[in-house]
Every structure is written in structure tokens, then in C-alpha cells.
């Protein structure tokens, strides 16, 4: 089909922000269309890269084209096997370590003949050629690999603001069951590495699924000047984005467990979600660093008034606690002691 930029939905940056959610039920009979995914990609295209080295590239599997997909299935993780066979299109984000080595030279170079890199900031052709390049050049893949998967990162998380604006739903998804598993389906060589999968489609649940997931508060996560020192969110700009479509009401909106439950139906699945102890849920919603709005708290009394909760399970509380204490976290805090 032929595109045309008044078929483009023009929704605000801001916007797609707010909007998007992880998608976790897709319609299988819906297929996206070709624009819509070659506009995610230009997205994770068009993200800021170092020296403009390219370093992320992508492979777009369709399930009814792609020969592959039995051995894709079989490498992801249990809870997503339902997600990937719903969705229109899974794109498979990889990270070219080997970018850094072949293309810092010409990444500069595009970047230099860009008027981006400029005598102002101290670029000099000697020096990139004598210091800087080899510098980059010499790191050891290992450090490599860290600097390039945040890129891959940077291009993933444009790709699914973009597919937001679009009204297309995407969710990444582990395919940890068997490592490696993916990267020798494709017969990729060792410098391609996966770095994430990312499911997409047309959303079968409501688009907002739920509301929005709730967060650490703002001030916990974010410091001024120091660490420790919280910078303070202003409400009035909180309700200015609330405005705008950035922030929005916080899950679980009405009606969102009857929605999972009539989906579960819909495809004879079990229904209902999965619930933590009275106890843990006494804990976590007191738990001050949590962003938690009057929609999670009633849920969580609803879920403590309903009863029927499962027991902790004792036995793997020294598992946590080792676990925490080898970090030096707060066990009391974590374990509610
Ligand atoms: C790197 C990454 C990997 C994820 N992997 C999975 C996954 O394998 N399965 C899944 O159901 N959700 C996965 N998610 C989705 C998160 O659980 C999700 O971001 C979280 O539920 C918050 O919801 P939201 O994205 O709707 O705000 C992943 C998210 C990220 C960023």
C-alpha cells in the first residue's frame, strides 16, 4: 500500500510517551502494515549513536513467512510464548560489536563532513587519527559491548515510542530459555549479538492496557546536584503533562481484570492474575519510594478484603537474603523484617 504523510498520525512526542504500555495481548488475525514497521525502524534508525557508528541492526521475522520460526519459538522464555504467537511481527534488535572497530574512522568522518564535529570543540584530524580513533579502537570487546548495547538500547526505546504514535503495540520480550539459541538460528556471526526481542502488533486489549504502570516516585529516582538530594517534582507541571497526554491515570483503571479475564476466555487460557501475600502486599504498599495512586492502593485492599492468598514461601527467605546481603541492600526493608 502506498503511504501518503496525511495517513501518518500525527500524535506529539510527549504523547506516544505516555501512551505507550508493554502489550501483552495482540490480535493474531491483524498483520501490521509495511510502512508501520519500516517507520519503527527508522526510528531506531534515526536514534543518536556514538561517533555515528551504526552499531544496531535488526532482523524482522514474520511468523507466516519466516522458515525459522519453530526455533525462535523454542528460545523464548515460558511467559512469552503466548505473546510472540499472537503478534503480527517479531523484530529481532542486534548489537554489530565489530561497529566501533571498522567504522569509528568513517563514523567521525560522516560526522565531521555533517558540520557536526567542529574545530570549536577541539576536533583535529591528527589528533583523531594519532589519539582518539586508536584509543576507541584498542578497547577490548568486553568494554565494547557495554558502550554498544546502550545504543541498541537508545534505538529500541525510539522504535517503541514511534510504534506508540502509531497506535501499534510492542513489547520486549526475553528469549532467555536458550542462550545463544537465537543468534544460531539466524547463523549470525560471534560480533552480531541479540540484544533484545521486541514483539509487535495490533493491541487486542484496550491500547491504554490497564493505565499506566506505576513507578518509583519521581524524587527517588532523580537527585540535584548531589546524590541523595531529591529533585523535587512542581506539581503544577505534573498536571501540565497530565494535560498533554504524558502522564496519565495510573493502572489498574476499572474494569481491567474483567478485560484479562474475558481474553482469557477468548483464547481458553486460565484467568485472572497472579497475587503476593497479605504480608508483601502490606509491605510493598507502604513502601514509600513507590509512586502508588489510589487505583493500586484499592486493588491492593480489594486483593487483602477478597483473602485466598498464597503463603511465603519460608523456605526461600535465607536464598533472598543472602542474595541482598552479597549486594549490601536493606534486608530489613526488602524482607519486611
Ligand atoms: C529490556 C526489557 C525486557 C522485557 N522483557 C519482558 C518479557 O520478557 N516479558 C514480558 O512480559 N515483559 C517484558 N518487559 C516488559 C516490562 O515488564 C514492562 O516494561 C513493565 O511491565 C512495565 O510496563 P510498561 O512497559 O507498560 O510501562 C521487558 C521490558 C524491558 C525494558
Known sequence: MSISASDIPNVSALQA?????????FDPERKLEDWKLQTILQAGRLASCQG?????EAIVVDKDTCDLWDEVEECV???NVQIINQSSHLVFWLTNINAWYGRANDGLSTLAMSGALTKFH???YEFSMTQTIPRLMSFPTER???????ESGQAVGSATVAASALGVGSILIAFGRKPGG???AFGLPPNLKLT???ALGYPLEDGKAGGQRVRLKFEKLFHKDEYGTPFMPDPAVDAALREVGMIQEQAPTPGRFEEIDALASKFSRDPGVVSWPEREINRLINDDDWDFGPNIKARAQQLIDEGGLPDYPEEMKETFRKLMEERGLDVKKYLGE
Open 182 to 184: 537465537i543468534e544460531k
Open 17 to 25: 510517551i505516555g501512551d505507550r504500555r508493554s502489550i501483552r495481548y
Open 52 to 56: 555515528n557508528i551504526n552499531a544496531t
Open 77 to 79: 522464555s515460558g511467559f
Open 144 to 150: 565494547t559491548e557495554g558502550l554498544l548495547r546502550f
Open 122 to 124: 577541539g576536533w583535529n
Open 196 to 198: 533484545w526481542g521486541h
